[in-house]
C-alpha cells in the first residue's frame, strides 16, 4: 500500500514505474508510532532500530556476499562451533535448533563460531563475522541457560518486557540481539577453524525417531546455497533485476551466483565428513545433543 506501480507498453517495450506513493502527515505519523511500539516489545528497541536491522539485512550481509564471492568463499545459514582448529557447523533452516544445539556446545567447553551465519571459504575454512546474536522467546524452551543469562544482561525494563509481552506474542515474534560476547565471554569466540563435520539438520513431522546418513560434499553444498537464497534474499533479487532492466556489473545472474556458492562450498566441504541428521519434531537440543553423543558423531 506504500508503493504505486504504472505499467505501460511502447511498442515491444514493456515500462514499468515503481514511485513511492505520497501521504499524509498525519498517516505517516500515525504508521510510525504502530511501528516504534512494534519494535519496542518485540526487538526491545525503539523503531530507530528498523534503520540498524535495514542496513544490515538489506545492505550490509548481501554487499558482503557479494565480496565474499569474488574472493572465493561465502556466507553459510549455519551455527558453528570450534575448538582445536576444528570447526563444526550445523547449516538448517529456520527454527530447527541450530543456536540451541550450538549454546549446549559451547556450555561444554566448546568455543563459539556462529549462530545464524558464518563464512566459509573454497579451502574449507569457516570464520565468524560480526553480527550480533538471534535470541528468540522460543528459546526459553530450547536453550534455558542462554536466555537466562541474555536476561541477566538486560536491564530492569527490557526483563518485564520480555516477561509480559511474551505472554501474549507468539515465541517467534519476540527476539533480542546480542553480543555473543556477552553471553559466552570474549574468550569463548573463535575467529575460525579448518570444517571438519558438517551436520545438516532437518525437522520432519513424519519422523517417529532421529536418522542419520552419510552425504556427499555437493549434497550439503546445495542445501546451503538454497538456505542461504532464503536467508539473504536481496541478492536473489539484485541477480533478477539485473537479468531483466538493470546494469550492475558487480552482480552475477542468478544462476550464476547459486553455481559460485555451491562450488564454494562444495570445495570447502570436500574434507569434512558430511551428515544428514532427521529429527523429530517433538524432540528438543537436548535429544539431538544425546543422539550425536550416543551415535558417537561428535
Not at 514511485?19 to 498517516?27: I, Q, T, V, Y
Not at 515465541?171 to 560476547?181: A, F, S, T
Request: hydrophobic fraction near 40%; aromatic fraction near 8%.
Amino acid at each position: 500500500s506504500l508503493w504505486h506501480y504504472d505499467i505501460s507498453r511502447d511498442d515491444d517495450t514493456l515500462n514499468v514505474l515503481v514511485a513511492p506513493r505520497p501521504e499524509g502527515a498525519l498517516k505517516s505519523r500515525v504508521r510510525d508510532l504502530k511501528k516504534a511500539w512494534r519494535y519496542l516489545h518485540r526487538y526491545g528497541r525503539s523503531s530507530g532500530l528498523h534503520r540498524v536491522r535495514a542496513f544490515c539485512f538489506s545492505g550490509y550481509v548481501p554487499m558482503v556476499q557479494l565480496a565474499l564471492l569474488n574472493h572465493g568463499a561465502t556466507f553459510c545459514h549455519s551455527s558453528a562451533i570450534e575448538r582445536d582448529g576444528e570447526a563444526i557447523l550445523f547449516p538448517a533452516c529456520g527454527g530447527v535448533g541450530k543456536t540451541s544445539l550450538m549454546s549446549r556446545y559451547v556450555e561444554q567447553g566448546w568455543n563459539f563460531l556462529a549462530d545464524d551465519l558464518c563464512t566459509l571459504d573454497a579451502r574449507g575454512r569457516a570464520a565468524i563475522h560480526p553480527l550480533p546474536m538471534h535470541i528468540y522467546k522460543y528459546h526459553e524452551r530450547q536453550a534455558a541457560g542462554l536466555v537466562r543469562k541474555m536476561l541477566e544482561r538486560s536491564t530492569p525494563w527490557d526483563r518485564r518486557l520480555w516477561n509480559v509481552c511474551g505472554t501474549v506474542k507468539r515465541p517467534d515474534e519476540m527476539v533480542r540481539w546480542v553480543k555473543p560476547g556477552h553471553i559466552f565471554g570474549e574468550e569463548r569466540l573463535s575467529r575460525g577453524g579448518q570444517v571438519a563435520k558438517v551436520f545438516r539438520l532437518h525437522r520432519s513431522h513424519r519422523a517417529d525417531a532421529f536418522r542419520h546418513e552419510d552425504l556427499e560434499p555437493g549434497d550439503v553444498a546445495a542445501a546451503i546455497a538454497s538456505n542461504l537464497f532464503d536467508e539473504i534474499r536481496t541478492p536473489p533479487h539484485l541477480a533478477v533485476a539485473v537479468g531483466s532492466c538493470l546494469r550492475l556489473d558487480f552482480v552475477p545472474e542468478i544462476g550464476t551466483m547459486y553455481d559460485q556458492i555451491r562450488r564454494t562450498c562444495t570445495a570447502g566441504l570436500a574434507r569434512a565428513a558430511c551428515y544428514a541428521i532427521t529429527i523429530p519434531q517433538r524432540a528438543n537440543a537436548a535429544d539431538v545433543e544425546s543422539y550425536l553423543r550416543h551415535q558417537r558423531l561428535i
